[in-house]
């Protein structure tokens, strides 16, 4: 049996931008230029270019769609993916995925998810300078518009053009020389390159490509879907079953503390007279052990990483909605519900006369998968004993979609 080798290469695709001066009233990674998203498309071009540990440092709150994307992207190579949290600024999001690499990456090349359409050889050229023994590498196009230096509105002076470069990404630096340079540097810089020079590395150019421009402004879109429509990117939803096709199973469990108000929400119902549970949503620990046991069958994360409490839409959200979400994101990911067994340990509510009645809700939630529910109590040990909450295990299995 052959071993994939560990890459020496990683790609940190930097996805954590807002997009304010795009006005798409999201981030703009997850802008869509057709039925992907640029995230998607970047993607695209960094897995046909190279193979890589993949690190895409994400919108706060956002992990889990980056992670969709980045596996229907990866298709096989879904073991290469890491998503990470972006901080406040580009510099903070770069040092979150360095911080992500593996211990064999030597070569780190940093790229902007905004230059969606990057050719896979202009990543190839880069890589090929860093082996040829670069500390850093970026490419570069010629600047062509005549350069003017302009005071209040005045122009001062040309600018030689012929001394001037646009940079693109991805730029490609030695990893022990750029980790270092991020320990050592005290102010922000625009770009890697920029950081690098001043810890005294010198950085080489290769020739960039006009595909890599950077989606900034409408106008920047607008460019992106009509070269896009004239050469699509296929639609694949990229299955992350093993080889044969085997079944998996995942296992989940959750636990919540009883509340001083509200009325309590257990496996999609509700229960009348009965203490809430305590929670970001509705507390209900049926649901949200599910939604564990069948994410991490699938390999897609936790709940935390789709519905953490960095997403407000989730605030007071009924279980379902974190059921229906989730066959969909099995489903993007080429899986489809088997059954779930749920267990629940809790003194109250008494839970016999509705467990048919919970079964059939759940599973009507799941898009029809069988599901059963069974009950017990702890005879009087630990928290649940003392009627202070309460704990479920849910096992789950996915079959290919």
């Known amino acids: 049996m052959s071993i994939t080798p560990v890459p020496r290469v990683a790609v940190v695709v930097v996805a954590a931008g807002a997009g304010t001066r795009l006005g798409a009233g999201g981030p703009k990674a997850l802008v869509g230029i057709d039925e992907h998203s640029l995230l998607r498309h970047c993607l695209a071009g960094v897995f046909r270019a190279a193979a890589a540990q993949v690190v895409v440092v994400a ?18 190579r879904r073991d290469l993916v890491t998503v ?35 050719p896979p050889d202009v990543f190839a ?54 980790d270092a340079a991020y320990r050592a ?55 992350l079953t093993p080889t044969g096709g085997a079944p998996r199973v995942g296992v989940g469990t959750d636990v919540h503390a009883f509340a001083t108000s509200g009325e309590l929400r257990l496996a999609v119902l509700s ?26 069958a699938a390999g897609l994360g936790d709940i935390g990483t789709h ?14 909605v974190f059921l229906t979400r989730t066959v969909g994101l099995l489903g993007e990911a080429g899986w489809r519900v088997g059954n779930v067994a749920v267990q629940i340990q809790a003194n109250r509510p008494r839970f016999s006369p509705r467990r ?10 799941l898009g029809g998968a069988p599901v059963s529910v069974s009950a017990t109590t702890t005879d009087g040990l630990g928290f649940t004993g003392r009627g202070e909450g309460v704990a479920v295990t849910a096992v789950a299995l996915v079959l290919p979609a």
């Open 307 to 320: 519905f953490g409490t960095g997403r407000p839409e989730y605030d007071g959200a009924h279980g379902e």
């Open 356 to 365: 048919l009645e919970a079964e059939r809700a759940l599973s009507a939630a």
């Open 125 to 178: 050229r880069v890589i090929a300078g860093l082996e040829a023994g670069a500390d850093g590498v970026i490419p570069v196009l010629p600047v062509i518009d005549t350069i003017k230096r302009v005071e209040d509105r005045a122009v001062v002076a040309a600018v030689d053009r012929s001394e001037l470069s646009a940079a693109q990404t991805p730029q490609g630096f030695r990893r022990d020389a750029l």
């Open 271 to 296: 229960w009348p007279g009965e203490p809430a549970l305590a929670g970001h949503s509705d507390g209900d620990a049926v649901a949200h052990a599910i939604v564990d046991a069948l994410l991490s």
């Open 59 to 76: 919108p706060a709150g956002r992990e889990g769609d980056a992670l969709t994307e980045a596996i229907e992207a990866a298709g096989e």
């Open 84 to 118: 990470v949290t972006g901080g406040g600024s580009r510099q903070e999001s770069v040092r979150a995925g360095l911080a992500a690499l593996w211990g064999d990456v030597r070569y780190v090349l940093v790229h902007d998810a905004a230059r969606a359409l990057t």
């Open 185 to 239: 540097v005290t102010r922000e810089h625009t770009d890697d390159a920029a950081l690098m020079a001043e810890a005294g590395h010198d950085v080489s150019v290769v020739a960039g490509d006009p595909l890599a421009f950077k989606i900034t402004t409408p106008a920047d879109l607008e460019r992106a879907r009509h070269l896009v429509a004239a050469d699509p990117l296929p639609v694949r939803r990229a299955s």
